[in-house]
């Protein structure tokens, strides 16, 4: 008798499901803890802009508008821009929404300060100093938001890392 690799069935709907829920897990971890750095980034950006490297303000929005498609794909699902992966991420699951909704209060705090960094940046003022106050203003907003955005992060990543394992141990239990 030949030697013959013996395949059953339900162990290959396993490790298909197995393989599904693992390329799920190192996506949607590494399309979250991106946008950690993506938070602390921005801050970067804004403060080399404040003190005067305007050359900063495109890549500042381009990140700004990473981190935005990026938390439409974390909440509905999708292809995540910029990350090299065949992987389309699932909408986000419920009981993860919290963490999500406390990244999007943040988050709208952050960006719109950031905003007004990059429009303070590229105007001409008259008067620079109600200019120089302004952007002051703005990086102090960023700088007390930026722990709060960067935790919010960090707890989704953290979420999002717990859900996938209780979906590898339920599907375990199936067996």
């Known amino acids: 008798m030949e030697n013959q690799k013996l395949e059953y069935p339900s162990t290959s709907i396993y490790m298909d499901n197995l393989q599904d829920i693992l390329n799920q897990n190192n996506t ?3 399309l979250t803890g991106r946008q950690r750095m993506l938070s602390q980034k921005i801050g970067f950006y804004c ?3 404040l ?7 495109k890549e500042l929005e381009k990140t700004i508008q ?3 498609k990026s938390l439409q794909v974390i909440k509905n ?3 995540p821009p910029l990350l090299e992966t065949n992987v389309e991420v699932l909408p986000l699951d419920e009981s993860l929404y919290f963490s999500l909704s406390m990244i999007e209060n943040n988050w709208s705090i952050y960006k719109k300060s950031a905003e007004n960094i990059i429009k303070f940046a590229t105007l001409e003022y008259d008067n620079s100093e109600i200019s120089k106050e302004v952007m002051n203003m703005q990086i102090r907003i960023i700088e007390n938001n930026g722990e709060s955005l960067l935790n919010s992060c960090n707890n989704l990543v953290n979420g999002c890392s717990e859900y996938y394992k209780f979906k590898i141990l339920e599907l ?3 067996q």
């Open 28 to 30: 949607i971890i590494n």
């Open 47 to 49: 403060e080399m802009i």
């Open 51 to 57: 003190h005067g490297n305007s050359s900063k303000v």
């Open 66 to 68: 990473l981190f935005e």
């Open 77 to 79: 699902g999708g292809k």
């Open 172 to 174: 375990y239990n199936q």
